[in-house]
C-alpha cells in the first residue's frame, strides 16, 4: 500500500508537453464546487509557482549550462501545471471571494500541519501564524458583505468558522522579531522538512496574491485592507522561510521540492471527490515523479550524495484538508496573547513591539478596525460564522451592546 | 420591496441596490436547484420576477446612464444587452418547459453560469466607473426607478399570497419583462 515516489516510474519528460487544447481546463462552479477542492487548486497553484520561482533562482546561480537547460525543460512543464491547476478557478468569482478562500487554505492547510507535525518547536510555529490567518479571514468577510452582499459562508461552507483569531492590528511585530531558527537538515524528520516548504509555499502566493490583488479595488477600506494584510503575509513569509535549513544544498532543495509535489498530489488524488479534478491531480503526479527522478539524479552526481539519505522511505499520511475547529478554538483558548521575541515566543507586550506598534498605527485604528466599525455602523452588527458556540475568548465575543 | 430584511444594510444608491440584487439572484438560482421537483416551479417563478425587475431596471435606468457617463459606454452597454437578450431567451424556454424535468435543471444550470458571468461583467466594466462618474445625488435618486419595476409585481409575495403565486406571473415571462418597463417609464416620466 505504501508509496515511494522513487520506486514509481513517472511519464517521460519529452511526453509531457500539452497543447492549447489540453491546457484549456473547464473551471470550478463558483457556487457548487466542494470548498475542499478549492483549497486544493489554491494549494497546488502556489506549490508550482514555489517550484517555478525556486527553480528560476536556481538557474541565476547555476555556472552548468548543461544543469541550466534541464532546469529550464523542467520548469515549463512546471509552468504549464501552474496554469492548468490556477485556471481551475473560476473567473465568475470575484478575486475577493478568492481571497476568503485564500484564507480558507491558510487556516485548514496550516492547522492540519501543526496538527501532524513532529518538533515542537516548528509546530509551534505553526498554531502561532493559524490564528492571525484565522483573523484574516474574518476581516475579509466582514469586507465582502459590505461591499458584495454577500455572507462568507457562501463560500466556506460552514467547514471553516469566522470571528476573531488574534487581532490584525497586532500582527505588526519589528521585523528582526519575524525570524525563527531554522530546522537541522541532518537531525529534522523529512515530514518536517516538507511542512516547512508547503506552508512557506502557500503563504508566499497569498502574499503574491494580495500584492497585485488589492489596488484592483476601489472601495478605500478595501485597498487598505489589502495593504494592511498584505504586509503581514510578508511576515509571514519571513517566518516560516526561516524554518528552513539555509545549510541544505541547492540540489539537496530541488529534490525536497520535487518530492513535496510528489506527496502532495498524491495526498490530493487520494482525497479529491471531483473526478475532472482528480485526473489532473493523477496527471501532474505522475509528471512529477519523472521531476523527482531527474532532480535526485542532479543531486547524485552533483552533490555525490543519495537521496534516500535525506528522504522519508515512503510517502508520510495523506495531506488532508478537513475541518479544525476544536482545534483552532482550543488555540483561541491558550494562545492568543503570544507575540514573537527574537525567534521565541512571549505573552507580554515588548518595548520593541510595542514601538512598531506606536510608528506602523500612528495613533490612529489600522483599516482591520475599521472594517468591522464600517460594517456594524452599516448593519448593525459583524459578520460572523460561529458553528460551535460563543468565542472561546470572553473578550473576543460580540456582546449585544456593540450590536445596537 | 426587494428585500430589506434586519439582516440587510438599507441600500445607499443605485449600484448597492443592483450588487445586492445580484447577491440575492444567485441564492435563488441555489434554492431553485436545490428544491425538490414539487416545489422548483414556484420558485423559479420567484426567480424569473427577480429577474424580470433587475434587468429592466437596468435596461431603462442604469445602462442609458453607462452609456452617457462611461467613455466606451456604448460597446460596454451593447455587450451587457447582448448578454441579457441571450438570458431572457433561455429564460422564456424555461418557462415553458416541465420543471420537473431533467432538461430544465440543466438549461437552469446554463443560465445560472450565463448570468453570473453577466452580472460580474457588469460589476467590474460597469458599476465600477458609474460610481467614478456619476454624481452620489444621481446614484441615489435612480434607486425610486428600480423600485418601481418591484411594484410591479413583489418578489416577496404578502403572507398568505402564497397560493396566488402563480398569478403573479400573469402569463408568460416575457409579458413580466414588458409590464416592468412599462412601470419604469411611467416612473421616470412622473420623476421629472
Request: glycine residues 4%; hydrophobic residues 35%.
Amino acid at each position: 500500500m505504501a508509496f515511494n515516489p522513487l520506486q514509481e516510474r513517472g511519464i517521460p519528460l519529452d511526453q509531457q508537453l500539452r497543447n492549447w487544447r489540453e491546457l484549456n481546463v473547464t473551471p470550478l462552479d463558483p457556487d457548487h464546487a466542494d470548498p475542499y477542492t478549492r483549497c486544493r487548486v489554491i494549494t497546488m497553484n502556489g506549490i508550482e509557482v514555489e517550484a517555478i520561482l525556486f527553480s528560476h533562482q536556481f538557474s541565476r546561480n547555476c555556472l552548468d549550462a548543461d544543469v541550466k537547460r534541464q532546469l529550464a525543460e523542467v520548469r515549463y512543464i512546471e509552468h504549464q501545471q501552474q496554469k492548468a491547476v490556477n485556471w481551475l478557478l473560476p473567473g465568475a468569482a470575484s478575486p475577493l471571494e478568492t481571497t476568503i478562500a485564500y484564507e480558507q487554505v491558510a487556516v485548514d492547510l496550516t492547522a492540519w500541519v501543526a496538527r501532524m507535525e513532529p518538533d515542537p518547536y516548528l509546530k509551534q510555529a505553526y498554531q502561532f501564524g493559524v490564528l492571525e490567518d484565522f483573523d484574516h479571514l474574518y476581516r475579509y468577510a466582514n469586507l465582502y458583505e459590505m461591499v458584495q452582499h454577500r455572507k462568507a459562508e457562501k463560500i466556506v461552507d460552514a467547514l471553516t468558522e469566522v470571528m476573531p483569531g488574534r487581532p490584525t492590528k497586532f500582527h505588526h511585530r519589528n521585523a528582526a522579531d519575524n525570524v525563527r531558527d531554522p530546522y537541522d537538515r541532518d537531525e529534522a524528520s523529512p515530514l518536517s522538512k516538507l511542512h516547512a516548504l508547503t506552508i512557506m509555499s502557500a503563504e508566499q502566493q497569498t502574499m503574491n496574491f494580495y500584492m497585485n490583488v488589492g489596488p484592483q479595488y476601489m472601495e478605500p477600506i478595501a485597498r487598505q485592507l489589502y495593504q494592511e494584510i498584505g504586509l503581514v503575509e510578508e511576515e509571514h513569509v519571513t517566518h516560516y522561510e526561516s524554518l528552513v535549513d539555509p545549510g541544505e544544498t541547492w540540489w539537496e532543495r530541488l529534490v525536497n521540492h520535487e518530492y513535496n509535489e510528489c506527496y502532495l498530489y498524491h495526498s490530493f488524488m487520494e482525497t479529491e471527490p471531483d473526478p475532472k479534478v482528480r485526473a489532473i491531480w493523477e496527471l501532474h503526479l505522475n509528471m512529477e515523479l519523472e521531476h523527482l527522478r531527474i532532480a535526485c539524479d542532479l543531486m547524485r552526481r552533483n552533490d555525490g550524495r543519495e537521496p534516500e539519505e535525506i528522504l522519508a522511505p515512503e510517502l508520510p499520511n495523506v495531506l488532508t484538508f478537513e475541518p479544525n475547529k476544536a482545534y483552532i478554538r482550543e488555540l483561541l483558548d491558550t494562545q492568543i496573547d503570544l507575540t514573537t521575541l527574537g525567534a521565541g515566543y512571549v505573552r507580554e507586550a515588548h518595548e520593541r513591539f510595542e514601538r512598531m506598534q506606536e510608528q506602523i498605527h500612528g495613533g490612529e485604528k489600522p483599516p482591520s478596525e475599521r472594517i468591522i466599525d464600517e460594517h456594524r455602523e452599516r448593519f448593525g452588527r459583524e459578520y460572523r460564522m460561529e458553528t460551535e458556540g460563543p468565542h472561546p475568548v470572553e473578550s473576543l465575543r460580540e456582546h449585544e451592546a456593540s450590536r445596537a | 420591496m426587494v428585500r430589506q430584511t434586519h439582516d440587510e444594510a438599507p441600500s445607499q444608491d443605485v449600484v448597492d441596490l443592483l450588487v445586492e440584487q445580484h447577491a440575492m439572484i444567485r441564492e435563488l438560482f441555489a434554492r431553485v436547484t436545490g428544491a425538490d421537483a414539487r416545489n422548483r416551479r414556484a420558485t423559479f417563478e420567484e426567480l424569473a420576477r427577480l429577474l424580470a425587475i433587475h434587468e429592466t431596471a437596468e435596461e431603462e435606468v442604469v445602462h442609458p446612464l453607462a452609456r452617457r457617463l462611461l467613455p466606451g459606454g456604448d460597446g460596454v452597454v451593447r455587450d451587457r444587452l447582448d448578454e441579457e437578450e441571450k438570458a431572457k431567451e433561455m429564460l422564456a424556454r424555461l418557462d415553458e418547459m416541465d420543471a420537473e424535468s431533467p432538461e430544465f435543471l440543466s438549461l437552469l444550470d446554463e443560465l445560472r453560469m450565463a448570468v453570473l458571468t453577466h452580472a460580474q461583467y457588469e460589476e467590474r466594466y460597469e458599476f465600477l466607473y458609474l460610481r467614478q462618474q456619476g454624481s452620489p445625488d444621481q446614484l441615489a435618486r435612480l434607486v425610486g426607478a428600480v423600485r418601481a419595476a418591484e411594484a410591479v409585481a413583489p418578489t416577496r409575495p404578502h403572507p398568505g399570497m402564497e397560493s396566488a403565486t402563480g398569478n403573479l406571473l400573469a402569463g408568460p415571462v416575457l409579458a413580466l419583462f414588458d409590464r416592468m418597463k412599462d412601470a419604469v417609464r411611467k416612473a421616470r416620466t412622473n420623476e421629472t
